[in-house]
């Protein structure tokens, strides 16, 4: 995790608004994206996350607020002349051109010498990894080479801002995880603001420093991947993000710092305030992450708390199990995961087992 | 599941009295008798040669050819706005709209060629070629908007804005991009309103006031008996013609398509 907050702003959205007739896609948006930051905007389909992309890019009017790039307002700066570019869904590669033509589309009006230009191609080819594909023609290539050469093309320009929409959607889970990796080392080695959009929480936790999450044309939290993880701000981004054991709660006493609560089958708990983001008046519940949560095996003590439980599922992945357990008698079921090591046998369904959890894990969600 | 009887010899008759007659149009086009009639005489070019010595003839395809041209032309253009505000742009009331452009498809070419000369007379414009390109646009421009529609349609709009956002304004967008993407629907949809023109009868008939228009000519020529046979040759070459621009306008048409990395369905031929 880098330390963002000392860079200049690079993108501003004051209360940023958008309608599509009576459809509402964009309700009040503000917030601040750095320069030289890996962003992404991370929500199911139809939160608005590509629709504020495209304002940015300027595609999309908006109907009220404000966006600026650079300290500049782009209100009136039509979409051919703001500093950023775009990586499409599609990728958009120009089929009637070859890949040349296509990285170098976007230099037809600089003044560089043809010499130049040709050089400026063949290094942003040979930076996506596409050396010597300059000559092919742009209907021949896989979709990973298409994805590189749209790269390229958006690179060419030097833009401020590259907007990616969804770009790694269209290729298989190798070539995505493969591409991820690829992704976060050219932003590194250009320095260029990225800003990604994606509906797959852990493509946005593998590459983000920061991630605004998104529901119903509202940013829910905007945060950096450890904090949206570990402190989500309500159960919503809790429920979206990774998997989260939801145990219902009720609140005992509010006092300066400290929230006690008592979780059905967990029993009393004192929280930090920290733990306890928003209030958002739904009814109270305690989050849990499956990994916060271990069986203990034999006589070993739990280092916290514990409370006992009967398995009722048992899924095996190799190299991790999950199980699903019925906490102290109660109907409340969580998932929990282990990790399969040598001498560690996997339990079987019905099995009495004792689960050992840390009060400071959790997070309340009222 | 078992095959209902008699189907094949329905579809085999229905194929015969479709193209069995056009098919007789070269053999008699070569056969060395005035009466067209089996059994043949002989083997001759002469009609042909007769053909191209008419000089009526000769007018008459050049007044059609300009017609065609120039209905192929206007057509095309207005083709092109239609179906690029149709599959880019929503506006009120482009439903009814573009149906009212699509009507004349299968409105009675009679009723539109009395109604437009009706109206042409009354206001005073006189007959001549440049009514005749008018009523035939009005016919064509459908089938070049149903053509030029789903070439527009198979273009990802994305490309459109990849171009803007690398720099370009629209309208050389519009020249680099979309133009040569679009260039063999356009080429296609050419073809088949010159050709739909050149063969046109009932308006070049009413709002041609008498100027040798082909199609109106060879009508005119049936009357003489003498006349037929060199007609059959002129059928013949016109047969081949329609078959070549045909053939060619669908082959830009699917070519077009399978560039702009788009799947190949429907279509005319």
Known sequence: ?366 | MKKAPGLRSYTLFYLLFLYGPILLLPIFAFNDSRVVAFPLQGFTTGWFAEMAADQNLRNAAKNSLIIALSVATISTVLGIFAARASVRYRFPGKGPLMSMIMLPLVLPEMIVAMALLVVLLSIGIPLSLFTVILGQTLICTPFAVAILTSAFQSLDRSLEEAALDLGETPWSTFRLIILPLVMPGILASFLICFTISFDEFIIANFLGSGQPILSVYIFGQFRFPAKVPSMLALGTLLVLLSIILLGFAEYMRRRGIAKAGGKVSGGFL
Not at chain 1, 147 to 175: C, F, G, H, T, Y
Request: glycine content about 8%; proline content about 5%.
């Open chain 1, 1 to 366: 995790m880098t330390a963002t907050d000392d860079r200049p702003t690079m993108i501003e959205f004051k209360d940023v608004h958008k309608y599509y007739g009576d459809y509402h896609a964009l309700r009040g948006i503000n917030g601040t994206i750095k320069a030289g930051e890996f962003f992404s905007l991370l929500g199911p389909s139809g939160c608005g996350k590509t629709t504020l992309l495209r304002t940015i890019a300027g595609f999309e009017d908006i109907s009220s607020g404000v966006i600026m790039i650079d300290g500049k307002d782009m209100a009136d700066v039509a979409a051919n002349v703001r500093p950023t570019n775009m990586v499409f869904q599609s990728y958009a590669i120009f089929p009637h051109m070859s890949v040349e033509e296509n990285v170098g589309f976007g230099l037809r009006k600089d003044p560089r010498s043809k010499e130049d230009k040709a050089r400026a191609v063949a290094e942003a080819l040979e930076q996506v990894g596409l050396k010597g594909f300059g000559k092919r023609a742009a209907h021949a290539l896989s979709g990973g080479q298409r994805q590189r050469v749209a790269l390229a093309r958006a690179l060419i320009l030097k833009p401020k801002v590259l907007l990616l929409d969804e770009p790694l959607s269209a290729l298989d889970k190798k070539m995505r995880e493969h591409m991820q990796v690829e992704l976060i080392k050219l932003q590194r080695q250009v320095g260029i603001t990225f800003i990604l959009v994606t509906h797959d929480q852990e493509e946005a936790l593998v590459m983000s420093d920061r991630i605004a999450v998104m529901f119903e044309g509202e940013i829910a939290q905007l945060a950096d991947p450890e904090t949206l993880y570990r402190r989500p701000a309500t159960r919503k981004v809790a429920d979206f993000i990774g998997t989260m054991n939801f145990i219902p709660a009720s609140i005992l006493s509010e006092a300066g710092d400290k929230v006690e609560v008592e979780a059905k089958g967990l029993g009393r708990v004192a929280l930090d305030i920290a733990q306890a983001p928003e209030k958002t008046g739904e009814t109270p519940v305690v989050g849990l992450r499956p990994e916060t949560l271990t069986l203990l095996y034999d006589d070993q003590k739990a280092p916290e708390r514990e409370t006992d439980g009967v398995i009722d599922e048992v899924i095996y992945f190799g190299d991790m199990t999950y199980y699903d357990v019925y906490l102290g008698g109660t109907d409340v079921e969580v998932r929990l995961s282990m990790r399969n090591v040598p001498g560690r046998p996997v339990l079987d369904v019905g099995d009495r087992v004792r689960v050992a959890w840390s009060p400071s894990a959790l997070v309340l969600f009222r």
